[in-house]
T-cell receptor, first 113, second 114 residues
Framework: TQLLEQSPQFLSIQEGENLTVYCNSS?????LQWYRQEPGEGPVLLVT?????EVKKLKRLTFQFGDARKDSSLHITAAQPGDTGLYLC?????????????FGQGTILTVHP | DAGVIQSPRHEVTEMGQEVTLRCKPI?????LFWYRQTMMRGLELLIY????????DSGMPEDRFSAKMPNASFSTLKIQPSEPRDSAVYFC????????????FGPGTRLTVT
């Protein structure tokens, strides 16, 4: 059983479309991160959210942390082929040892020109 | 600034051989993490260090795996003896100070054990 459940697992869309990726858990997290990984490379940190209800924007990407700090979403507006990649959410669960991040299984996004 | 450096980038070895993966964290970062990524299990934390001291090694699969961090700028992950099921991409990551959750990953080492 995954501590962080991401949905959907796969997403294939056309350039210009909007999309939302979800990251859900039954546990409360002290903070939650979103990473993007391209083939042959390591994950790259996109954003960290720490406050329940927090919304952060990074150009066309909007990240939201749930009020109860158990879930998060990533919304991409007007997707571009350069957005293609594996999107991972990760969280630091309350009560776990300092420094321990748990990753979701990821969402593979493909944006077709 | 240089990011996290890992070597080798690719390693192909035969079952039973010893494998050593190396990592140089970002200068000034005092936490270092070793992860393994496979299609089946995703990204799993193996072990992490804070100020060169191992803090949590509960993710290390078995005694065949060991990790060391002799100083702030170098760490190794050793597998002895290696098995085909160890085939995966191994990532090293580092993080600064108290913001341990902001992790910077290296490019990974793709390990194939035949």
């Amino acid at each position: 059983t995954q501590l962080l459940e991401q949905s959907p697992q796969f997403l294939s869309i056309q350039e210009g479309e909007n999309l939302t990726v979800y990251c859900n858990s039954s546990s409360v997290f002290s903070s939650l991160q979103w990473y993007r990984q391209e083939p042959g490379e390591g994950p790259v940190l996109l954003v960290t959210v720490v406050t329940g209800g927090e919304v952060k924007k990074l150009k066309r990407l909007t990240f939201q942390f749930g009020d109860a700090r158990k879930d998060s979403s990533l919304h991409i507006t007007a997707a571009q082929p350069g957005d293609t990649g594996l999107y991972l959410c990760a969280g630091s669960k309350r009560g776990t040892s300092y420094g321990k991040l748990t990753f979701g299984q990821g969402t593979i996004l493909t944006v077709h020109p | 600034d240089a990011g996290v450096i890992q070597s080798p980038r690719h390693e192909v070895t035969e079952m039973g051989q010893e494998v050593t993966l190396r990592c140089k964290p970002i200068s000034g970062h005092n936490s270092l993490f070793w992860y393994r990524q496979t299609m089946m299990r995703g990204l799993e934390l193996l072990i992490y260090f804070n100020n060169n001291v191992p803090i949590d090694d509960s993710g290390m699969p078995e005694d065949r795996f060991s990790a060391k961090m002799p100083n702030a700028s170098f760490s190794t992950l050793k597998i002895q003896p290696s098995e085909p099921r160890d085939s995966a991409v191994y990532f090293c990551a580092s993080s600064p100070g108290r913001r341990f959750y902001e992790q910077y990953f290296g490019p990974g080492t793709r390990l194939t054990v035949t």
